[in-house]
């Protein structure tokens, strides 16, 4: 290489791409541009191989004089940084605590059109005006919804936001109006620049002593960093202290997020936020197209969303002008990413509220023991709410044993009695069963043969598949294998095939029979894939007297006023897990499925349905509650050595046969092991508790260690040694630190 051309390569653009690469790749800046420090945190398109990927400018720099002269990118594709400062700092942290590789990390950042190169969306607002045809007809039109709107636009345009703050409660159906004014002409949409609409707070209910020292608490550190974990038994009123949050953090200009799961983001939760806040409210959920998920994106970057409303995924949003971050249910699974870059959204989201230097507030009737345990070491403010809010009073919780007992369909004759009483009195019920489907497993009477999934089974751990369609259809809820359900048995070529156990279907066709002038709705994921399927079947349920069955979609996020029993069966599974966090998932679902009932006047009434009344789990839920199974259960991690005592990782394979998973997680264990230090514990190679799926065997190595630092040190010593292993090449592996669970 001459001189001169040395010369010409002094500084390159160091690019992140969104590979599973640990590295940076080096480009000549495309042609007429130099690379400079500003360029860090914005997209370009470079060749890759025979593809072309877009990457973000991680770094710039000079250009390895040895090395091959790096190839030109393509393109430059924005014109400012869409990642700089705190959000890009919070990114590195993340890719640095994962062992992700930064472009990854990224990718995942952004909503698929910025991942594919297409421009930051514009964020134009929308309005309605009357056309001149519109404008003369207007005094002729009858009285009606389209009269109203028509009146409304006569003294000019309406943004969109403005008719939903304010017409959405008189008129919820403005939109309907809307169209029908546009399909005769009246009316058209036109697109208007965004504007900031000033906040608008309407007043709330008075707040109880409780809820009002855990405002002041949380407005007295709002200028600054400071976790508090909200603790509140379910229908406390932590929504009312969210709100009494935000809309001080309105006041003061700032922006405010409120992560919740998937299945809490309902439309009431989004215009109860409306209403009570006076300002748009921007939502992310898995619902949005690309589209919409590109311009709430957009417009948090430009500082127009001041609140959003999101799920997992919005914890990537950027806050130029954070004041606040709220994470609902913070104990709940649904935050934690089970793919790809396998990040905890409400733990990240302390990483960023302490980067820009704002309150993070933390609420759950059944805060995780993660949380709990850093609000016993003062980590977190702990502020409590004892006590339902306004009238309501806790359910009263009855434990029913059905050991030798008949069962309907899973239901005892008891259970069947108490659902009649609370139908006859007018109330709402719902019955809880956390299996979807018709029943768990098909068996064969005559020989003992049972329906398994051929792609999840092994010859020592079957896998069944759940009887759907009343016994019609066999599905495997791992790989999503479906068959015809068999009309004789296959292997003796009898005719006694039965559906053993009962799912939602089943307790669903046992309740409409039972009681026939009764309406009986099914919430789970089969009824719930349309969009807003939930909220649409709830709102068709009504208020009158009815049945639900459900899983745990149905376990929180929904405010059921009139629902006085809920019905838990089937809880007997989740008592013998080998996971040693599944105890404190089944006690946060029994406690908030629980706090459904007596939510408003109406007294409420919870029957536990099981085999083992005696068991430890349920004996200190029903004498102490939540708080006592968490200190209990605390006290038996300490001694084990579990979370939140240890600090853990796992790094799973998979492969068409053992051997080579095997083979590779023991190469892994040698080189993690040359380089942790003795406190570094390493178990396995093992199987997976589900050790095949989707036709791959599966097998893990559990790393866990009393202090963080050791255990990352470990993976940061050994993950390029493991990376170039020859048995990496022929496996599909993972890394999961901090992992929620071990299956």
Not at 286 to 301: F, I, K, Q, V
Not at 515 to 529: E, K, M, N, S, Y
């Amino acid at each position: 290489m001459s001189d001169g051309s040395a010369q010409s390569l002094t500084h390159v653009w160091r690019v992140a791409l969104p590979v599973p690469l640990p590295r940076l790749f080096d480009y000549r800046p495309a042609d007429g541009l130099e690379a400079t420090a500003a360029d860090v945190g914005m997209r370009v398109r470079v060749p890759f191989g025979s593809r072309e990927l877009v990457g973000v400018v991680a770094d710039t720099g000079a250009a390895d004089a040895s090395a091959p002269e790096p190839k030109a990118a393509l393109s430059r594709l924005d014109p400012q940084p869409l990642f700089h400062g705190e959000l890009l700092e919070s990114l590195r942290w993340l890719a640095r605590y994962t062992h992700a590789p930064l472009g990854e990390v990224f990718a995942t950042a952004l909503p698929a059109p910025l991942r594919h190169g297409e421009p930051l969306a514009d964020t134009h607002a929308w309005a309605w005006r009357l056309t001149e045809t519109g404008a003369t007809a207007r005094p002729g039109l009858r009285a009606g919804r389209p009269r109203r709107l028509a009146d409304r636009l006569e003294a000019g345009p309406c943004d969109e936001d403005a008719l939903e703050l304010v017409d959405a409660a008189h008129d919820p159906d403005w939109r309907a109006a809307a169209r029908a004014l546009a399909k005769r002409g009246l009316a058209e949409r036109i697109a208007v620049p965004a504007n900031t609409i000033a906040a608008a707070p309407q007043p709330g209910p008075a707040l109880n002593e409780e809820q009002q020292a855990a405002v002041d608490a949380i407005l007295a550190v709002r200028d600054g960093f400071a976790p508090l974990l909200l603790d509140g038994v379910t229908g406390s009123g932590k929504t009312e202290v969210y709100l009494r949050a935000i809309a001080d953090c309105l006041a003061r200009g700032r922006q405010a997020l409120v992560l919740v799961p998937e299945i809490g983001l309902t439309p009431q939760t989004l215009a109860r936020f409306r209403a009570r806040l006076g300002v748009p409210v921007h939502a992310l959920h898995s619902g949005l197209g690309d589209g919409e998920r590109a311009r709430t994106w957009a417009a948090c970057l430009r500082g127009e969303a001041r609140v959003i409303v999101g799920t997992r995924s919005a914890i990537f949003l950027p806050l130029p002008e954070a004041g606040l971050i709220v994470i609902d249910e913070e104990h709940d699974g649904s935050f934690k990413q089970l793919d790809g870059i396998r990040y905890h959204a409400r733990d990240f989201a302390l990483v960023r509220a302490k980067a820009l230097n704002v309150p993070v507030l933390l609420g759950s009737a059944t805060p995780s023991l993660e949380s709990l345990r850093n609000a016993q070491a003062g980590r977190y403010a702990h502020l409590r709410l004892l006590q339902r809010a306004g009238d309501a009073k806790p359910p009263r919780v009855r434990v029913v044993d059905v050991r030798k007992r008949p069962l309907e369909a899973g239901l005892s004759p008891e259970l069947i009695d108490t659902i009649a009483r609370a139908l006859d009195a007018d109330g709402q019920v719902l019955v809880f069963k956390n299996r979807r489907g018709y029943a768990p497993v098909l068996i064969c009477h005559d020989c003992g043969w049972s329906a398994h999934c051929h792609r999840c089974s092994t010859p020592t751990s079957p896998t069944p598949m759940t009887v759907h369609a009343a016994g019609r259809r066999l599905q495997c809820h791992h790989c999503g294998a479906r068959r015809p359900a068999p009309n004789a048995c296959p292997d003796c070529g009898g005719l006694a095939l039965q559906s053993q156990g009962a799912g939602t279907e089943r307790i669903e066709e046992a309740l409409a029979a039972r009681f026939p002038d009764v309406p009986v709705l099914r919430i789970d994921r089969g009824t719930t894939q349309r969009r807003d399927a939930l909220e649409q079947h709830l709102a068709e349920f009504g208020t009158a007297r009815g049945i639900l069955v459900g899983t745990q979609m149905l376990a929180k996020g929904h405010d059921l006023p009139h629902l006085t029993l809920v019905a838990v069966v089937g809880i007997d599974e989740g008592l013998f897990s080998a996971d040693f966090r599944a105890p404190e998932k089944l006690a946060q679902l029994l406690i908030q499925v629980a706090g459904r009932a007596g939510r408003a006047h109406k007294p409420g009434e919870v029957v536990l349905q099981t085999h083992h009344p005696e068991h430890p789990l349920l004996s200190t839920l029903l004498a102490g509650g939540y708080a006592a199974f968490a200190e209990l259960e605390l006290a038996q991690r300490e001694l084990a050595g579990f979370p939140p005592y240890a600090h853990m990782a796992l790094l799973r394979a998979e492969a068409k046969e053992t051997e080579i998973a095997n083979a590779f997680l023991q190469a892994a264990r040698m080189a993690l092991r040359e380089v942790g230090d003795d406190s570094l514990e390493l178990n396995g190679p093992v199987p997976a508790p589900m050790p095949r799926r989707a036709g791959y065997q599966r097998a893990q190595l559990i790393l866990s260690a009393p202090e963080r630092r050791a255990l990352h040190a470990a993976l940061d010593r050994a993950l390029p040694t493991i990376h170039a292993l020859p048995e990496a090449r022929k496996v599909r592996w993972s890394l999961d630190v901090d992992p929620a669970d071990l299956y």
